[in-house]
C-alpha cells in the first residue's frame, strides 16, 4: 500500500499518529509537510513501511533519524532539502538502518565527503558534495 501525503503543510505529527491504523503500508511519503522528529514514534508503529519521502521537511532533527536505527524494513529514505538534518544523523541512518540501499541527502548542509565515504556498499546514496 502506498500513501502521498507531499505538500500537505498543516499535517502535524498528531496526525501522523492516525497511520499507525495502516498496519500494511509500504510506501509513504511526508515531503513538504511540518512533521518533527516526534512523528517517528507513530512511523514505528508501521512494520512493513519499505520506502519513506521526508523531502524538505525542515522540522526534522538528527534525534529523529537516530530514532529510524532500529527500523528494520527500511529500503529507501529521501532526506533531500531536510534543513535540520546534518551529517551526523545521516551517518547514523546509515550506520544503522540494515536494509537501506537507497539514500538521498542532496541539498542537506553541512554534508561533507566522510558521508559517501561511509558506507560505501550502499546501491544508491545521492549527494551533491
Same mark, same amino acid.
Given at each position: 500500500?502506498?500513501?502521498?501525503?507531499?505538500?500537505?503543510?498543516?499535517?502535524?505529527?498528531?496526525?501522523?499518529?492516525?497511520?499507525?491504523?495502516?498496519?500494511?503500508?509500504?510506501?509513504?511519503?511526508?515531503?513538504? $509537510?511540518?512533521?518533527?522528529?516526534?512523528?517517528?514514534?507513530?512511523?514505528?508503529?508501521?512494520?512493513?513501511?519499505?520506502?519513506?519521502?521526508?523531502?524538505? +521537511? %525542515?522540522?526534522?532533527?538528527?534525534?529523529?533519524?537516530?530514532?529510524?536505527?532500529?527500523?528494520?524494513?527500511?529500503?529507501?529514505?529521501?532526506?533531500?532539502? +531536510?534543513?535540520?538534518? $546534518?551529517?551526523?544523523?545521516?551517518?547514523?541512518?546509515?550506520?544503522?538502518?540494515?536494509?537501506?540501499?537507497?539514500?538521498?541527502?542532496?541539498?542537506?548542509?553541512?554534508?561533507?565527503?566522510?558521508v559517501v565515504q +561511509?558506507?560505501?556498499?550502499?546501491?544508491?546514496?545521492?549527494? %551533491?558534495?
Amino acid at each position: 500500500q502506498e500513501l502521498d501525503l507531499s505538500g500537505c503543510v498543516e499535517l502535524s505529527d498528531a496526525a501522523v499518529k492516525h497511520l499507525m491504523l495502516l498496519r500494511k503500508l509500504q510506501k509513504l511519503s511526508l515531503s513538504g $509537510t511540518r512533521i518533527t522528529s516526534q512523528a517517528f514514534d507513530h512511523l514505528l508503529q508501521l512494520p512493513e513501511l519499505r520506502v519513506l519521502g521526508l523531502r524538505g +521537511c %525542515n522540522l526534522i532533527a538528527d534525534a529523529g533519524l537516530r530514532m529510524l536505527e532500529v527500523y528494520p524494513s527500511l529500503q529507501e529514505i529521501d532526506l533531500a532539502e +531536510c534543513g535540520g538534518v $546534518t551529517e551526523r544523523g545521516v551517518l547514523a541512518v546509515m550506520r544503522g538502518v540494515r536494509g537501506l540501499v537507497r539514500l538521498d541527502v542532496s541539498g542537506c548542509k553541512g554534508m561533507t565527503r566522510d558521508v559517501v565515504q +561511509c558506507c560505501p556498499h550502499y546501491l544508491h546514496l545521492q549527494h %551533491n558534495l
